[in-house]
């Protein structure tokens, strides 16, 4: 269920990766907000869609505000954490229970390397000298840079050979560097680096990281060549001779020098002529982008918690048939002299001390010739409906909860309890809600009317 879950909001944020993708060119000076926006719709829609729905076909409650991740993850997580069983010295998990616990292992390795790296470079911080260069005060270090790092307060640091070189070189370097500073860059980078860490299954949004961490550079780029007197040629040299000579990465920094193959595209992003969309171009690229945020709100996704189960044909939410005569408890061979006959539905055989205590106090085997039959099938269908969790319900998920009834001789419920559960809680406790609502005729034994217990399953499922 959560691998058909992670496909879901895979599908999602590809479809709102490319529309970012569709939108970068509409506005060179906004690139780096296309795609932070992206970026966190990408993470945020999978579990907002549903939300979404809501709000153009009618409200039914705000727990759908974390759509399917929730009911999905809980079930993952309590499958890892409850159903996980040893057999032969063997730990036996479900593909729910494995993906879980590689999803957060994941998760806690990525967390883990970024903080070691901020670690590492603060510990090398401290032997990188202070000085002033061109009026900009920078940190010197041997290797590591061009580059601007920190989180709140962002400084300069710049390798021993960008002092070497001449001052036009320099200076467009240090005025890179200054707009990142300006404009926070290695702080943006670091919260929009949380989300893929968060997911990092999730190809779109490592895809929409690296095309932000792009457009980033990009925009600066873009402001540096806008000064008076700068040309594209010396500058697009100048970056990849700064890029051929970077050693030192920064883990949350932004900075001039680049892999070759962003290098590349950034400079052919300078070559462009600005404002080269026309607007007929613009306008089909916004369109385009529209239609694909508006399929990723639409997609969604039915989960059957129970996979055993058959899909249900046309109703909205399932109905057991009323039990038979023959619908009777499946009782062990040296029981057969009672007249019972076996079926599908199972109760435990009677205890010794049964006759000891009330028959009402735990599910046991009760003979009965005419079985129980309900009454009031349509009030339980409205209760169903009523009942269904809105978060499941919206979320497409649906399971199968078996239900133990004591019906008395009048036919009247006296107690409902869970036989086999649906792997939700929710699903469970609106099983029992539901059960206070059903009404039977009274079960026969021969001629005489007895109280009986009696399990069949309430399947919650939507078309």
């Not at 997580?77 to 409850?82: F, G, H, I, K, V």
């Not at 190809?203 to 961490?213: I, Q, V």
């Not at 989960?303 to 044909?313: G, M, Q, S, Y």
């Amino acid at each position: 269920m959560l691998a058909f879950w992670m496909l879901y909001a895979v599908l999602i944020s590809g479809l709102v990766v490319l529309a970012g993708s569709a939108l970068e060119r509409v506005s060179a000076d906004r690139r780096r907000w296309i795609w932070a926006g992206t970026l966190g719709l990408a993470a945020v829609l999978p579990l907002a869609a549903p939300l979404v729905r809501e709000w153009f076909l009618g409200p039914r409650g705000l727990d759908i505000l974390f759509g399917p991740a929730v009911p999905v993850l809980g079930a993952a997580l309590s499958d890892l954490a409850e159903r996980s069983t040893w057999n032969g010295g063997i730990v036996r998990v479900s593909l729910d229970g494995v993906l879980t616990g590689l999803w957060i292992g994941g998760s806690v390795l990525l967390s883990l390397s970024v903080v070691t790296g901020f670690v590492r470079m603060r510990r090398r911080a401290g032997s990188w000298r202070r000085a002033e260069v061109d009026g900009v005060a920078v940190l010197v270090s041997e290797d590591v840079g061009p580059a601007v790092v920190g989180v709140g307060h962002w400084e300069i640091v710049v390798p021993e050979w960008v002092l070497a070189l001449d001052d036009r070189a320099r200076g467009l370097i240090l005025a890179h560097e200054q707009e990142h500073r300006r404009r926070g860059d290695p702080t943006l980078l670091t919260l929009a680096l949380a989300l893929p860490v968060l997911m990092p299954w999730n190809p779109a949004l490592w895809w929409a990281f690296f095309r932000l961490r792009e457009a980033v550079e990009t925009d600066c780029d873009r402001r540096v060549l806008a000064r008076p007197g700068e040309g594209v040629v010396p500058y697009a040299r100048l970056l990849l001779d700064v890029g051929a000579r970077t050693v030192g990465r920064m883990p949350l920094g932004a900075g001039f020098g680049e892999r070759t193959s962003s290098l590349e595209r950034r400079i052919r992003l300078m070559l462009e002529k600005a404002g080269g969309t026309s607007r007929s171009g613009v306008a089909v690229r916004v369109a385009l982008a529209a239609l694909l945020v508006v399929a990723a709100c639409s997609l969604e996704v039915n989960i059957n918690t129970n996979p055993d189960d058959e899909p249900a044909a046309t109703p909205a939410v399932e109905i057991p048939a009323p039990p038979r005569a023959t619908d009777e408890p499946r009782v062990p061979p040296e029981q057969l002299e009672t007249g019972a006959r076996p079926d599908e539905t199972e109760l435990p055989p009677p205890p010794e001390e049964t006759e000891a205590r009330p028959l009402i106090e735990a599910p046991t085997f009760t003979p009965f010739t005419v079985a129980p039959s309900i009454t009031n099938r349509q009030d339980v269908i409205a209760a169903m409906e009523a009942e269904y969790p809105p978060l499941l319900r919206n979320a497409g998920i649906g399971g199968t909860v078996r239900v133990y009834f004591f019906i008395d001789e009048e036919g009247v419920v006296q107690r409902s309890l869970i036989d086999n559960g649906s792997g939700h809680e929710a699903l469970d406790q609106a099983a029992l809600r539901v059960a206070e609502v059903y009404r039977f005729s009274p079960a026969l034994n021969r001629d005489r009317q007895v109280p009986v217990w009696v399990s069949f399953p309430i399947t919650f499922q939507i078309r």
